[in-house]
């Protein structure tokens, strides 16, 4: 009877453990440029991009934050053509989201026109104010 | 002797501590701005909350005409239901500039409301009775093409005491695309823009 208890604690104890040690793994795309300030409190877990039905690309990307605050940060994405081109977007300017403490957020960006085939989205933390 | 000397130092010195003083206007970096929040409506206002509009109304595909090719829409009015002077084109030129861009509309000036048309459209016919004019690069009857959708809108504050010395003001911007020939709502977004301060600082 002893000995089944002691089992029990001993899962509950790993379960806790593994459950404490869960670690996301950032996701190492060239597209995705996380400011290495932000290392220890964002990971970017997914991105998925995909032609939506007015035929634009969009762009989804999975940011999960650590920490144990809110963390707001601004985000850009560039768009580029087939050649590079750069392509003219309001996401081309900083815009200001918030990700919940422990907690993820999917950040959908769809591009300025059809010819957008490629894209470069920058992450930095937000001055808070 | 030593007195007006002295005097004339000090006037001097209180001079140049008062030029010293005088703020220097600096030009905003708008593409990286991160001066502090005010509780009106500013640039950075307008640019998130179309950029907001924008990737709501292209990621629905409400644009994409059946049939392939490009709709044409007239601009109708926005409605400022604020406390500040607010030309409401500061919002409607980006989202208009971003769904021509897009390349699944065209932006009609022959037929709106306030400054989306263009006087010249209606000037450039009158031209048919005058003989100063060689008829035959006179624009013909029948050109101008209908629109097909409509974008209309509306922009409403409300001011909240938070605090005792506090005040919460909301914006909340509306916009909807409507089919003309139906009467159908394609599109309709509503984004909120909240701001906290002191009640002394006026939003309007």
Known sequence: MRSHRLLVLGCLALAGLLTGCQSVQPLPDPRISVDPALGRSLAVTRLVTMRNQADLMEMQATLVNLGYQTLPLDVRVDWFDLNGIKQGSLTEKWNTISVSRQAEFSLKVTAPNEQATDFRCYIHEAKRN | ?204
């Open chain 2, 1 to 204: 002797m030593r007195s007006p000397l002295l005097s004339l130092a000090g006037a001097a010195a209180l001079a140049l501590l008062v030029a010293g003083c005088q703020s220097i206007p600096q030009n905003i970096d708008t593409a990286n701005d991160d001066g502090h929040a005010v509780m009106g409506l500013d640039y950075r206002d307008f640019q998130n909350t179309a950029n907001s509009l924008v990737q709501s109304l292209l990621s629905s595909g409400a644009l994409r005409k059946p049939g392939g090719g490009q709709y044409v829409m007239a601009s109708s009015t926005i409605v400022n239901d604020t406390m500040q002077r607010i030309d409401t084109d500061q919002l409607m030129v980006k989202i208009r500039e971003s769904m021509m861009a897009s390349g699944q509309v065209v932006m009609t000036s022959a037929v709106g409301v306030g400054d989306a048309t263009d006087k010249m459209v209606y000037q450039a016919r009158e031209l048919r009775n005058s003989d100063e004019f060689n008829q035959s690069t006179v624009l013909q009857k029948g050109t101008l093409v209908a629109p097909e959708l409509s974008i209309a809108g509306k922009i409403i504050q409300r001011d909240i005491r938070y605090e005792r010395n506090k005040t919460q003001v909301e914006y909340y911007f509306q916009l909807m695309v409507t089919d003309l020939t139906k009467g159908l709502v394609l599109w309709q977004k509503e984004d909120v823009i909240g701001k906290r301060g002191s009640s002394k600082s006026v939003s309007w």
